[in-house]
């Protein structure tokens, strides 16, 4: 399996929404990549450009690009 960093920015709905519902994104979200074989290392808030950083691991490229594109198309 190979490793991949995601640099991660939230939208302003997206921090309206963890400010009305305060929860463990991580969670969230490898619990969403899991079925598709793709799964979560760490994750690490950030600050600067970007608000936080995940380390995925994944079976190759086209499985990660496929589970980024599901997870953006979520809005989550």
């Known amino acids: 399996m190979t490793r991949y960093l995601w640099q991660i920015s939230y939208s302003q709905d997206a921090w309206g929404a963890q ?3 305060p929860q ?3 969670e969230v979200v490898g619990a969403m990549l899991e079925p598709s074989g793709v799964k979560l290392i760490e994750g690490y808030a950030t600050l600067g450009e ?3 950083i995940a380390i995925i691991e994944a079976p190759d ?3 990660i690009a496929a589970a980024s594109i599901a997870i953006s198309s979520t809005g989550k």
Do not use: A, E, G, P
Request: aromatic content about 8%.
């Open 61 to 63: 490229d086209k499985t």
């Open 19 to 21: 400010i009305s519902n």
């Open 50 to 52: 970007y608000d936080m």
């Open 24 to 26: 463990n994104r991580l």
